[in-house]
């Protein structure tokens, strides 16, 4: 029913930035809680960030907070990831997630849709 996609990630100097983007198909997308996730190798995947259906409320991770910006427009079906001062240790394969059930969840079982994911690395 939706079809997510990230773009963005590349290769960074540590201090940098980057915005990923994830463009969204189907009318549903405003119904949709949406989060993002990293995954580091030999790791976990990880909750990174949070946004609600109307873009009003937004939560992240205690180790991106001050750093990184969640947004949603959901007249152009996206949501972005803003991510500043980047540090070697956010190197990781960055997802892009939906779920339609539940709101403000850290949680990869409560998102049904997710992104094939885009690397991002950062150097020292």
């Known amino acids: 029913q939706v079809q997510l996609v990230e773009s963005g990630g590349g290769l960074v100097q540590a201090g940098g930035s980057l915005r990923l983007s994830c463009a969204a198909s189907?009318?549903?997308?405003?119904?949709?809680?949406m989060g993002w996730f990293r995954q580091a190798p030999g790791k976990e995947r990880e909750f990174v960030s949070r946004?609600?259906?109307?873009?009003?409320?937004?939560g992240y991770t205690d180790s991106v907070k001050g750093r990184f910006t969640i947004s949603r427009d959901n007249a152009k079906n996206t949501v972005y990831l803003q991510m500043n001062s980047l540090k070697p240790e956010d190197t990781a394969v960055y997802y892009c997630?939906?779920?339609?059930?539940?709101?403000?969840?850290?949680?990869?079982?409560?998102?049904?849709?997710w992104g094939q994911g885009t690397q991002v690395t950062v150097s020292s």
């Open positions: 946004i609600s259906r109307s873009g009003s409320s937004t």
């Open positions: 997630a939906g779920g339609s059930w539940y709101s403000g969840s850290p949680h990869v079982s409560h998102y049904e849709y």
């Open positions: 189907g009318r549903t997308f405003s119904t949709l809680h």
